[in-house]
């Protein structure tokens, strides 16, 4: 089992900045993609951003400029740099992970979720 742990959800003014990180420990031989989602109260999750391992970055369209994914492969961590925060993108947000553990299965987890608010 892959365990990830996600931190940097809060209250932000309109304009402001977030970093959300999100740590994966556990049966990990390799991770693969690292990403971000968020869902909104009566919307469908969507993407944010990915990164492949290999540096690659693929961002949600209403965040392209204002955020930034990154990921530190010693530390299995990735993360999301948000700016200019806008009361739309209030929502939970969530990292998604994806890696092989030493059975060479491919493996899907998900995070507890992180709420991101903000303020107008």
């Known amino acids: 089992q892959v365990q990830l742990v996600v931190s940097g959800g809060g209250l932000v003014q309109a304009g402001g900045s977030l970093r959300l990180s999100c740590v994966a420990s556990g049966s990990i031989f390799r991770i693969n993609t690292m990403g971000w989602y968020r869902q909104a109260p009566g919307k469908q999750r969507e993407l944010v951003a990915v990164i492949t391992s290999g540096g690659s970055t693929n961002y949600g369209d209403s965040v392209k400029g204002r955020f930034t994914i990154s990921r530190d492969n010693a530390k299995n961590t990735v993360y999301l740099e948000m700016n200019s925060l806008k009361p739309e993108d209030a929502a939970v947000y969530y990292c998604?992970?994806?890696?092989?553990?030493?059975?060479?299965?491919?493996?899907?987890?998900w995070g507890q979720g992180t709420q991101v608010t903000v303020s107008s």
């Open positions: 998604n992970v994806r890696s092989t553990d030493g059975a060479l299965r491919q493996i899907s987890s």
